[in-house]
């Protein structure tokens, strides 16, 4: 959930209010929000070509720390 939560942050979809207490984006809940907020923040959005060779590192990074299977190495 902290990595989860973490991106979310990075991306600007949500923002802490109080220790546990977040805020999802005005674009993810229909325009309510839980407390007056100074400004929304701008929505930090990747180039889906960059999105795709980020997914396709991180796949790769990911095998690479795989331990191999019985038997086969």
């Known amino acids: ?3 989860a939560f973490q991106n ?3 991306y600007g979809l949500i923002w802490g209010l109080d220790d546990g207490l977040y805020q999802l984006h005005p674009l993810l809940t ?3 929000i839980a407390a007056t907020v100074r ?5 930090k959005a990747t180039a889906p070509a960059q999105f795709t060779e980020q997914r ?3 796949y790769a990074a990911q095998l690479a720390n795989l331990a191999p299977l019985a038997g086969t190495g």
């Open 39 to 43: 400004a929304v923040p701008e929505i």
């Open 56 to 58: 396709r590192a991180r």
């Open 8 to 10: 979310l942050r990075e």
């Open 30 to 32: 229909g325009g309510k």
């Open 1 to 3: 959930m902290n990595r």
